[in-house]
């Protein structure tokens, strides 16, 4: 996904252009491209991936010189990453002494069944009605993704990270960006968790 907002954190957060970036589980490589035409030079990478523009490698297995990226960006793919704490240390030793870490993740442990009911109430408002209950999809993600805290305490022995910042999230997940409105709104009566988490690290 690229939508504007995360363009927008991410080019917010990284150091100014021309500089190495790598994007990890960089999906399509749609942020690549756009972080590219904004004068990056990006190694995107994703062992799933079957764009020209990505290397199909883990981050783990990534054969690159210690510290030669300046900044890494990983949206909603660190909860997908194995070995976690192995591919955390290798992320480490890739991005330079004082090189930035941009993060977009999905809170699993926030995902509950009144987000997951929230969610396929929009799904069914879309004429897409999904044949799972909320507890069926509670249980099946939190069964498969890495917790937010499994994701921190991975990275903290190589990054400085700042807090986590709550936020929307769900819209993302096969809904679009107009409804993104609708989640802050729900977020924000206290209807919704927020399921989105952004954090900001530094290399130590
Ligand atoms: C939810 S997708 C997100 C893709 C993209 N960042 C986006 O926002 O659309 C998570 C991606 O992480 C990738 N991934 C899984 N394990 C990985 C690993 N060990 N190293 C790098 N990427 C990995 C998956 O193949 C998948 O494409």
């Known amino acids: 996904m690229a939508s504007p907002d995360l363009r927008a954190f991410a080019r917010a957060n990284l150091p100014e252009p021309p500089v190495r970036v790598l994007e990890i589980g960089a999906g399509s490589g749609r942020l690549a491209r756009a972080l590219r035409t904004a004068g990056y030079d990006v190694l995107a990478i994703d062992p799933g991936s079957d764009s020209d ?10 054969d690159e010189p210690n510290g030669s990226f300046a900044a890494a960006v990983a949206i909603v793919s660190l909860h997908h990453v194995d070995p976690l704490e192995e591919s955390c240390r290798r992320l480490g ?3 330079e002494p004082g090189g930035t870490l941009v993060i977009d993740e999905f809170d699993v442990g926030a995902f509950d069944t009144t987000a997951a009911a929230w969610w396929l109430e929009q799904r069914r408002a879309l004429g897409e009605p999904q044949p799972k209950s909320a507890e069926e999809l509670v249980h099946e993600h939190r069964d498969h993704l890495h917790p937010l805290e499994r994701i921190l305490a991975a990275l903290e022995p190589h990054f400085e990270l700042g807090p986590p910042v709550r936020g929307p999230w769900l819209h993302y997940w096969k809904l679009g960006d107009a409804f993104r409105a609708v989640e802050e709104e729900a977020i924000a009566r206290g209807d919704v968790p927020a399921t989105g988490a952004r954090v900001v690290g530094r290399r130590s």
Do not use: I, M, T
């Open 93 to 95: 030793e890739l991005v």
């Open 53 to 62: 523009d990505v290397r199909p490698v883990a981050l783990v297995d990534l």
